[in-house]
C-alpha cells in the first residue's frame, strides 16, 4: 500500500482509514482491495502496512487501540497527539 500524503487531502473529505495498529493511513479503496483478497485467499484479516492481525471481538479491538494509543502517546507520537 501507499501511505496517504496527509498533508496533500484534507482527510476529513478524503475517503481514508487510519490504521488503529500503527497509526498510517490509507485509502479506503486500498484498504477495500486488501480485505477483497484476504477473503478471496482465505487469509487472516492483517495491516496492510504493520501485518497485525485484527482483534477477533470488538471489546478486544477496543482494549488493543486504547493500549497501542497510550503506547504512542508515551512516545510522543505526533499523529497520536492529534487524534486526542
Known amino acids: 500500500p501507499i501511505p496517504c500524503d496527509v498533508q496533500k487531502h484534507n482527510c476529513s473529505s478524503s475517503p ?9 493511513v490509507i485509502c479506503k479503496g486500498c ?5 477483497m483478497r484476504e477473503r ?6 492483517l495491516c496492510p502496512y504493520c501485518r497485525h492481525p485484527a482483534p477477533k471481538t470488538e471489546e478486544a479491538w477496543k482494549e488493543e487501540t486504547e493500549k ?3 503506547k504512542r502517546l508515551e512516545a510522543n507520537d505526533p499523529v497520536a497527539l492529534q487524534e486526542l
Open 40 to 45: 478471496e485467499q482465505s487469509l487472516p484479516t
Open 31 to 35: 484498504y477495500y482491495a486488501n480485505r
Open 68 to 70: 497501542r494509543r497510550m
Open 16 to 24: 481514508v482509514i487510519s490504521m488503529h495498529c500503527c497509526s498510517q
